[in-house]
């Protein structure tokens, strides 16, 4: 560990998309920084998730503007590993000052100077504003609702790798967002009793009549809506980028033997009970499904566009037995389960961040990514201008505005420090001329 302390105008925390969109937003400005990264660049999608996981949108959309895939079809989707390699050799493209193999341990604001002192594994850094673009996915959420049992395992959607990974017997997948269907999906096809527990949630078609939904969603301005719907908190997004992309029919995985049940509720004595909400849940996804078909076609006759029709999109599966009649609850054991995978979200952590720039519940309060707390900013979460925030496109712009909010901070100091040289200036050629005169 060096003694010497490193001064820098603006450190980022996190070389993950985040990360490495603040830099090239920075370097454009001439805005002096250094990136920190306790792993490799874009380590989250290299170790943080399944091993077949691929990107949720199509390779033309999610990525940076001043960078392609080369090697994966526009309409294609990127796996995992190879969008790891896209952020790398995006950094490389204008030489990212990126630190791997350093993690930040606390950052505190300076008392009677300004700026803020970071300790890190590898020393103490002075910088005059922080960037914090360690995204939303930090810490796994796992609810208080099954105990651990020797005989059952647990485990987050984050720790899941692959179904080899777990024992013989059925399993019980809680959260049917899009890690959690795509996670029960797999291993269904794996030969695995599945059970799925399915909460609100929209499910966008992958296609229709030709575009993608990024597309559709990007056309009918739903990726520009500014704040979340008053209700939509727990709702989640059930999409799959999996064998070439598909949209999410959950009747259509209960027709091949997926058992489909309501919002995981309580544990006791070996038996999970389930809200009686999963045809409602089903029913409310469906809506969401069926307006934006609507949304597609009014918009295709308005502006008179030759796309082919699609009226099987609309067809759906017969509804299936566990959905005319749910379970209420399920005896694990007798059941067979030995596994519960919660697809249950995460949870931010800033704990190493101690300003005051969070709500009673630990969220960031700020503006489009400009902090409560001035000089700190954060990128990456969700939301945090616009729905979009959340797509990889989406970071970079976010990242641009609080790039544009940082350079202007600094003029507004540069000017200050310029009027305070003049004076300085002045008074040291008044105090010259004083001498020369007494002379």
């Known amino acids: 560990m060096t003694t010497e302390i490193i001064t820098t105008?603006?450190?980022?925390?996190?070389?993950?998309?985040?990360?490495?969109?603040?830099s090239e937003h920075l370097s454009k400005l001439g805005v002096p920084h250094i990136v920190l990264e306790r792993n490799r660049i874009a380590e989250r999608w290299r170790t943080g998730r399944w091993d077949s996981l691929v990107a949720?949108?199509?390779?033309?959309?999610?990525?940076?503007?001043?960078?392609?895939?080369?090697d994966v079809d526009p309409d294609g989707f990127a796996p995992k590993e190879r969008v790891a390699d896209y952020f790398e050799a995006y950094a490389k493209k204008f030489n990212a000052p990126i630190r791997t193999g350093v993690e930040v341990k606390s950052v505190v604001r300076n008392v009677g100077r300004p700026g803020f002192t970071?300790?890190?594994?590898?020393?103490?850094?002075?910088?005059?504003?922080?960037?914090?673009?360690?995204?939303?996915?930090?810490?796994?959420?796992i609810p208080a609702i099954a105990p651990q049992d020797a005989r059952l395992l647990q485990i987050h959607s984050a720790d899941y790798r692959n179904p080899q990974q777990l024992p013989q017997g059925a399993v019980l997948v809680v959260g049917a967002g899009s890690s959690g269907v795509q996670i029960a999906d797999e291993l269904q096809r794996s030969g695995k009793q599945v059970y799925l527990s399915v909460g609100a949630h929209d499910r966008p078609p992958r296609a229709y009549r030709n575009r993608d939904f990024c597309w559709w969603l990007g056309v009918l301005g739903e990726w520009d809506q500014?704040?979340?719907?008053?209700?939509?908190?727990?709702?989640?997004?059930?999409?799959?980028?999996?064998?070439?992309?598909?949209?999410?029919?959950?009747?259509?995985?209960?027709?091949?033997?997926?058992?489909?049940?309501?919002?995981?509720?309580?544990?006791?004595n070996g038996v999970v009970t389930f809200k009686q909400d999963l045809a409602g849940n089903l029913n409310r996804g469906d809506e969401n499904y069926l307006a934006l078909l609507d949304a597609a076609d009014a918009y295709i006759e308005?502006?008179?566009?030759?796309?082919?029709?699609?009226?099987?999109?609309?067809?759906?599966?017969?509804?299936?037995?566990?959905?005319?009649?749910?379970?209420?609850?399920?005896?694990?054991?007798?059941?067979?389960?030995?596994?519960?995978?919660?697809?249950?979200?995460?949870a931010v952590d800033y704990s190493w961040l101690q300003v005051s720039a969070f709500d009673d519940n630990g969220k960031p309060v700020h503006q489009r990514g400009v902090s409560s707390e001035p000089g700190v900013y954060f990128l990456g979460l969700p939301w945090q201008s616009r729905r979009g925030s959340s797509f990889i496109w989406g970071v970079w712009h976010d990242a641009k505005h609080v790039a544009d909010h940082i350079a202007t901070q600094r003029k507004y100091l540069d000017y200050r420090d310029a009027?305070?040289?003049?004076?300085?200036?002045?008074?040291?050629?008044?105090?010259?001329?004083?001498?020369?005169?007494?002379?």
């Open 9 to 22: 105008d603006t450190l980022i925390v996190g070389a993950g998309q985040a990360g490495v969109a603040m």
């Open 56 to 70: 949720n949108g199509p390779a033309w959309h999610d990525r940076f503007p001043g960078l392609e895939f080369d």
């Open 118 to 141: 970071v300790e890190t594994s590898e020393g103490v850094i002075e910088a005059s504003r922080v960037v914090a673009a360690t995204g939303p996915f930090q810490k796994p959420v």
């Open 226 to 268: 500014a704040a979340m719907k008053p209700g939509r908190e727990h709702v989640t997004i059930a999409v799959s980028g999996a064998h070439g992309g598909r949209t999410i029919d959950f009747r259509g995985l209960a027709h091949r033997g997926m058992t489909l049940v309501g919002v995981t509720e309580s544990f006791n």
């Open 302 to 346: 308005r502006n008179g566009l030759d796309l082919p029709e699609e009226p099987e999109a609309r067809e759906t599966f017969a509804e299936p037995e566990c959905v005319k009649n749910p379970l209420a609850d399920l005896d694990l054991a007798k059941a067979g389960v030995t596994s519960i995978i919660w697809a249950t979200g995460f």
């Open 419 to 439: 009027e305070q040289r003049e004076a300085e200036l002045h008074q040291a050629t008044h105090s010259h001329v004083a001498d020369t005169v007494d002379a």
